[in-house]
């Protein structure tokens, strides 16, 4: 077990090395954005959210009973004390919550290792083994504060030489009650105790709980509405979840995913190679007692169930564990005060830098290929009236649009989980998700809608629905509205869905 640096050298070594660390790290999100990137999914609404100014049930057609205005408080919280002290734009705001999610998963844990640059070199590998755990990183969603909080966790465990059980149960119950307040999803910290009782943990894991028990707790309490908050997170999964027969009808994310085989490679090297690092640098001697490695292949093995048991808990996981053991190997090779050692890290952070913000395959600029519409004085009469409704065939269409008319007085049919939506329309939406068959779905819709509500789709031509006429609002999207829409406009006297309050 490697003694604390005493000298001089040394020391001015890990202070450069630190600041390398946290500086390649702000640099990712902020190259990325640079290139024109901005995520498409609920970033978008959670920003909107902020501008808009009304809950989620007066954006949202929800079925009967549902307000889903009790999960993520805090990031809600956050970015409107952003725009507060900030005065930022729709766009600038956007660009924040990428950069501050990015960091919430790295920021709280790259000062946990004794060489935090075997963080960077995990998280490198990791890109390039797979592109999607950087990108679903770099969402601007707040599910990276739940990431960052169990890496957190796993990387206190893996380091008890360094931190006393009361850091370590104090650091716990702080990074828990932080998600938990962001996120909301509590549950994910059942995991680590999973792991530690797996692996025989059984004091770490009543310590674990003696800790994040009272996390959660705290963080639901800052929420405002404690037991709402546990009741939704856990009621929003199993319904997103238990109601689909296909996979095909599934958020993306929560559908199966298909792991890569260089992980258990990657896996069964760095085993082989801890027969190199001498014992005194190794203070974990079994690995099959490792709780971090084994909650990654728990959930590597989950992930072809639902891809986001790896992407979410697997991935911290899988970093927590590979920083590990290669900081193992780091210390082994011998003290930081050297110019090669310095060099080397220098090569790393810049390596991580390159590969995180290439654009391969347009992934970060090919968002800036698909706009939205924007409701303009010249084009209003295309958009619903006031309390009527967009029916939507993707949520994507719900994000853009949202994000970019967030003070439209109208609501969404599909906003950000199908499962949310009211009974009757849900199944027309199944219906077209398992055949496809997108003129069936938009008669059905045509069929019920309003004079003040509009169809909203992904189409660069005019789909032939009787009693609709179209228009191209903007590249790629048009809007249907009722023929004799005009004649028949009235004020509301009843909602113009069966979901209005």
Same mark, same amino acid.
């Given at each position: 077990?490697?003694?604390?640096?005493?000298?001089? #050298?040394?020391?001015?070594?890990?202070?450069?090395?630190?600041? !390398?660390?946290?500086? @390649?790290? +702000? *640099?990712?999100? %902020? /190259? =990325?954005?640079?290139?024109?990137?901005?995520?498409?999914?609920?970033?978008?609404?959670?920003?909107?959210?902020?501008?808009?100014?009304?809950?989620?049930?007066?954006?949202?057609?929800?079925?009967?009973?549902?307000?889903?205005?009790?999960?993520?408080?805090?990031?809600?919280?956050?970015?409107?004390? #952003?725009?507060?002290?900030?005065?930022?734009?729709?766009?600038? !705001?956007?660009?924040? @919550?990428? +950069? *501050?999610?990015? %960091? /919430? =998963?790295?920021?709280?844990?790259?000062?946990?290792?004794?060489?935090?640059?075997?963080?960077?070199?995990?998280?490198?590998?990791?890109?390039?083994?797979?592109?999607?755990?950087?990108?679903?990183?770099?969402?601007?969603?707040?599910?990276?504060?739940?990431?960052?909080?169990?890496?957190?966790?796993?990387?206190?465990?893996?380091?008890?030489?360094?931190?006393?059980?009361?850091?370590?149960?104090?650091?716990?119950?702080?990074?828990?009650?932080?998600?938990?307040?962001?996120?909301?999803?509590?549950?994910?910290?059942?995991?680590?105790?999973?792991?530690?009782?797996?692996?025989?943990?059984?004091?770490?894991?009543?310590?674990?709980?003696?800790?994040?028990?009272?996390?959660?707790?705290?963080?639901?309490?800052?929420?405002?509405?404690?037991?709402?908050?546990?009741?939704?997170?856990?009621?929003?999964?199993?319904?997103?979840?238990?109601?689909?027969?296909?996979?095909?009808?599934?958020?993306?994310?929560?559908?199966?995913?298909?792991?890569?085989?260089?992980?258990?490679?990657?896996?069964?090297?760095?085993?082989?190679?801890?027969?190199?690092?001498?014992?005194?640098?190794?203070?974990?001697?079994?690995?099959?007692?490792?709780?971090?490695?084994?909650?990654?292949?728990?959930?590597?093995?989950?992930?072809?169930?639902?891809?986001?048991?790896?992407?979410?808990?697997?991935?911290?996981?899988?970093?927590?564990?590979?920083?590990?053991?290669?900081?193992?190997?780091?210390?082994?090779?011998?003290?930081?005060?050297?110019?090669?050692?310095?060099?080397?890290?220098?090569?790393?952070?810049?390596?991580?830098?390159?590969?995180?913000?290439?654009?391969?395959?347009?992934?970060?600029?090919?968002?800036?290929?698909?706009?939205?519409?924007?409701?303009?004085?010249?084009?209003?009469?295309?958009?619903?009236?006031?309390?009527?409704?967009?029916?939507?065939?993707?949520?994507?269409?719900?994000?853009?649009?949202?994000?970019?008319?967030?003070?439209?007085?109208?609501?969404?049919?599909?906003?950000?989980?199908?499962?949310?939506?009211?009974?009757?329309?849900?199944?027309?939406?199944?219906?077209?998700?398992?055949?496809?068959?997108?003129?069936?779905?938009?008669?059905?819709?045509?069929?019920?809608?309003?004079?003040?509500?509009?169809?909203?789709?992904?189409?660069?031509?005019?789909?032939?629905?009787?009693?609709?006429?179209?228009?191209?609002?903007?590249?790629?999207?048009?809007?249907?509205?009722?023929?004799?829409?005009?004649?028949?406009?009235?004020?509301?006297?009843?909602?113009?869905?069966?979901?209005?309050?």
């Amino acid at each position: 077990m490697e003694t604390p640096p005493v000298g001089r #050298a040394d020391r001015i070594a890990g202070l450069f090395i630190l600041f !390398l660390v946290l500086a @390649s790290l +702000v *640099a990712i999100p %902020l /190259l =990325v954005l640079s290139q024109g990137y901005s995520p498409v999914d609920d970033a978008n609404r959670h920003v909107a959210k902020v501008f808009a100014d009304r809950p989620w049930d007066r954006i949202v057609v929800f079925r009967p009973g549902l307000r889903h205005d009790h999960t993520h408080v805090g990031w809600d919280a956050i970015l409107r004390l #952003a725009r507060a002290t900030l005065a930022p734009t729709k766009e600038e !705001l956007l660009e924040f @919550s990428v +950069v *501050a999610s990015f %960091l /919430l =998963v790295f920021l709280p844990a790259v000062f946990l290792p004794a060489r935090p640059e075997a963080l960077l070199a995990a998280f490198l590998w990791l890109i390039l083994v797979e592109g999607t755990p950087l990108s679903r990183l770099l969402y601007g969603r707040p599910f990276a504060a739940t990431m960052g909080a169990l890496l957190v966790i796993l990387l206190l465990h893996a380091n008890t030489d360094r931190f006393s059980r009361r850091t370590t149960g104090v650091l716990t119950f702080a990074v828990v009650a932080a998600a938990t307040w962001i996120h909301s999803s509590w549950f994910f910290f059942l995991f680590p105790a999973l792991a530690f009782l797996a692996t025989g943990r059984w004091r770490t894991a009543l310590d674990y709980a003696a800790a994040a028990v009272p996390g959660i707790l705290a963080g639901a309490i800052l929420s405002g509405a404690p037991l709402a908050v546990l009741a939704e997170a856990v009621s929003h999964q199993s319904q997103a979840l238990g109601e689909n027969l296909f996979t095909c009808m599934l958020v993306k994310e929560f559908q199966p995913n298909d792991p890569l085989p260089l992980y258990p490679l990657t896996v069964f090297v760095l085993l082989a190679a801890r027969a190199r690092v001498p014992p005194e640098h190794r203070p974990q001697a079994d690995p099959l007692t490792d709780p971090a490695l084994v909650l990654a292949i728990a959930c590597y093995a989950l992930g072809f169930r639902v891809g986001r048991f790896w992407y979410d808990i697997g991935v911290p996981a899988f970093l927590a564990w590979m920083t590990t053991e290669i900081g193992d190997h780091l210390r082994a090779a011998g003290p930081r005060g050297t110019v090669r050692y310095a060099a080397a890290v220098t090569v790393l952070c810049a390596g991580l830098v390159l590969a995180g913000t290439a654009d391969s395959s347009e992934r970060y600029s090919k968002t800036l290929k698909q706009p939205y519409p924007v409701r303009t004085p010249e084009n209003a009469d295309w958009f619903p009236d006031r309390d009527g409704t967009f029916y939507n065939l993707s949520m994507r269409l719900f994000y853009g649009t949202f994000f970019h008319n967030p003070t439209g007085d109208w609501r969404y049919l599909l906003g950000f989980e199908p499962a949310m939506m009211p009974a009757e329309e849900r199944a027309i939406l199944d219906r077209y998700l398992w055949n496809n068959r997108q003129d069936e779905i938009l008669h059905t819709w045509a069929a019920e809608m309003r004079p003040g509500d509009r169809l909203l789709i992904f189409t660069p031509y005019v789909v032939p629905v009787p009693g609709i006429e179209w228009k191209t609002v903007c590249e790629g999207v048009s809007i249907g509205r009722p023929v004799g829409w005009r004649a028949a406009r009235e004020p509301p006297a009843t909602p113009s869905h069966p979901g209005h309050p």
